[in-house]
Each structure stands twice: as structure tokens, then as C-alpha cells.
């Protein structure tokens, strides 16, 4: 319960909000094996969306857990003069770098090759982990009625935003997070991309694609090369040429980034 208390479960995290609930943890003097069980995979404990938020940041972050707060400054009305200002505080380290870099790596391949596929997002590395919790009632587990969720954040290799979805008994639909949540989510990366203006890449973990997945190509380079070879490597694409001469000396999209299946490569001739 130690380590689970490093994360900020169990108290508020002190943000500038009020109303703010501690979650809800077994009493220690209590536990037995089978609350000591449920609890290492969250089941029988409650936590906030603050909380997790919180606390999955602290994981992939480099191991520093922050206090959060939605105000970021107050300014004098008339004069717009800084009254006060938050900044970010560092109150623990749940984990250590070497640790935080693991997790990235492992939540990234929840995205690429596990759960979490709805949200990858092709030339940006997403990591995320689903979820699927059973909802209480009178006691008892209720059959059928869940919340499902996801949190991903990116880039997975240094991270800039952090997403939480959750969404409570969903009609009609398979009920798992990866199915529900994490398209939601990708939305929302996708969008904070253009905001946060972030620059795809080229290091990300290739997608496992079944048949029902719109495919994406890794674009071969093909600078070099004379126009009849590069229409070979170029294979599952279309492409237009201009230009004079035979050889390749530019192309568009460049290569080693992913494209749409029959995706328009452009190369210009020289």
C-alpha cells in the first residue's frame, strides 16, 4: 500500500478545485489475501480520473509526481499586471528514469500491437493502456454494465499530453476500452498534434494489420534509383513524375514515414 500511496491513491491530489474525493482504499489493518490480490489490478479500490491522470504522468514522465492545477495565472483586470502564477511542483518520484522509459515502451506496444490498436495513429508514437472496470452495486458486481476507458498520451517517447477517456455503460457496443474509449481518445490526440504543433516521427513501432485495417506502407526510399526500379520498390502505391532525365531526385511523402495503402508518391525526374 506504500508504493500505491507514492502514486498520490488515497489522498487529493491538491489541485485548485474544490470538492476534491480521495478515492477509496482498503484499510491496511483489514486487508487479506484476497483484497491484496484485487488491489494490485486496481479491483476494489476507487480512484479519480485526477488521480490516474496523476499518477500514469508520474509513470511515463521520468517518475516525478506533480501537484496539478487548471489556473495557470491571475492577472489584475484593469492593469493585466501577474498576481500569481502556478507552476509545475514536484512533490515524489514513484519510480525511477530507467523504470519510466521501460513503461513508455511497454505502453507504447499496448498501441502498436495489443489493446489499445484503436488509437495508433500512423508517424506519431501513441502509448495508452485500456481499461475495463466493473461498476458496484449494493455490494455486488453488477453483470453487463462497466466503465470503459483509456488513457494514451504522446509523443511515447517524450511525452507532451496525456489523455483520459471514460465512458460509463455504453449501449449497443462490445464492451471493452479498446473498442469503445480509445478511438475517442485518438481523436483527441490527432487534434492536440495540430495544436501543440508536434512533429511526426519515424522511430515508432510498426502496427500489427489485420484484414478489416485500413493499411499503411512504410515509403521506401527511392532517391537514386532510375524510374523503372523505383516503380518496383514503390509497389502499393500510385505514383506521378515529372521532370527530365531518369533518375529520382526527389520524392514526396520522403521516405520512411507510413502512407495509405495506394497512397500518391510524387517524384520528380533529373
Known sequence: MSYIAKYGFGSKTGVDLNGESTGILFDVSK???????????????????LQQIRAVSAAINGGNL???????????????????????????????KETSSLVRYALESV?????????????????????????VKDGKYLDGNYILSFIGFLPADDPEIVVYVAIDNP??????????????AKSVLTSAIEVLDIPPSKEGMAREYTWLDKKYLKIPNVIGLDLKEA??????????YSGTGNTIIYQSPESDYYAPEGETIKLLLG
Open 31 to 49: 486487508m487479506g489475501p484476497v483484497e491484496l490480490a484485487t488491489t494490485s489490478f486496481g479491483q476494489g479500490i476507487s480512484v479519480t480520473p
Open 66 to 96: 506533480y501537484t496539478p492545477y487548471i489556473v495557470s495565472s491571475f492577472l489584475e483586470s484593469e492593469t493585466n499586471s501577474l498576481i500569481k502564477k502556478n507552476e509545475p511542483e514536484i512533490v515524489g518520484h514513484p519510480i525511477s
Open 111 to 135: 498501441v502498436a500491437n495489443g489493446s489499445g490498436k484503436n488509437a495508433y495513429i500512423e508517424n506519431y508514437r501513441v502509448g495508452g493502456k485500456t481499461g475495463t472496470a466493473q461498476k
Open 171 to 184: 449501449k449497443g457496443v462490445t464492451q471493452f476500452g479498446g473498442v469503445v474509449s480509445a478511438p475517442i
Open 231 to 240: 516503380k518496383k520498390t514503390l509497389k502499393g502505391f500510385n505514383i506521378e
